[in-house]
Antibody, heavy 125, light 105 residues
């Protein structure tokens, strides 16, 4: 079935980097983009950015520009999100999600239809 | 940037109740609005896309309406499995609203 499976929980010290993976299966990886969304404990959802699995184009949330890099490996159908210079407020569950686009007479509509199970990243000294 | 707000932030309801959640965008987003349901410890689930289109497999008691800046998610008859937090999302820059928690009265 169509699914995204993420790597396991991470514990990092402030200033370090973390790289989370998201392996896709059950669909043609290069036909969809992947977004990353994070959720701090007890808080709401924050979109971090998007990468095209077709050509590697990226679009990052302004507040994370310069600290985040999203990449893909089409040979393994895996997307990656690296976050650098970690701070305590980066502690969160990180999700990958598939960008699904549907076309109608009124335009193209995009939503996140498949989600990974989430990866807990804890930043603590 | 387009800001999203939701009201109420939380509500208590009983099984069988009709529940309405409102989402407002800081500027017009046409029908570029999605709704998600999230249960504790789980990833969000897509319910509604393009403001009013029901995602495949989602029960018909869920419906969405609105365009421009004002949108609503309605659950026509609340079921035990519907107790969760609901988020709206604009699909220009994918910003989420702050969420509405629906719990048991």
């Amino acid at each position: 079935q169509v699914q995204l499976v993420q790597s396991g929980a991470e514990v990092k010290k402030p200033g370090a980097s973390v790289k989370v993976s998201c392996k896709a299966s059950g669909y043609t990886f290069t036909s969809y983009g992947i977004s990353w969304v994070r959720q701090a404990p007890g808080q709401g959802l924050e979109w971090m950015g998007w990468i095209s699995a077709y050509n590697g184009n990226t679009n990052y949330a302004q507040k994370l520009q310069g600290r985040v890099t999203m990449t893909t490996d089409t040979s393994t159908s895996t997307a990656y999100m690296e976050l650098r210079s970690l701070r305590s407020d980066d502690t969160a569950v990180y999700y990958c999600a598939r960008n699904w686009i549907t076309t109608s007479d009124y335009g193209d509509y995009e939503a996140f239809d498949i989600w990974g199970q989430g990866t807990m990243v804890t930043v603590s000294s | 940037d387009i800001q999203m707000t939701q009201s109420p932030s939380s509500l208590s309801a009983s099984v069988g109740d009709r529940v309405t959640i409102t989402c407002r965008a800081s500027q017009s987003i046409s029908s570029y609005l999605n709704w998600y349901q999230q249960k504790p410890g789980k990833a969000p689930k897509l319910l509604i896309y393009a403001a009013s289109s029901l995602q495949s497999g989602v029960p018909s008691r869920f419906s969405g309406s609105g365009s421009g800046t004002d949108f609503t998610l309605t659950i026509s008859s609340l079921q035990p499995e519907d107790f969760a937090t609901y988020y709206c999302q604009q699909s220009y820059r994918f910003t989420f609203g702050p969420g509405t928690k629906v719990d048991i009265k």
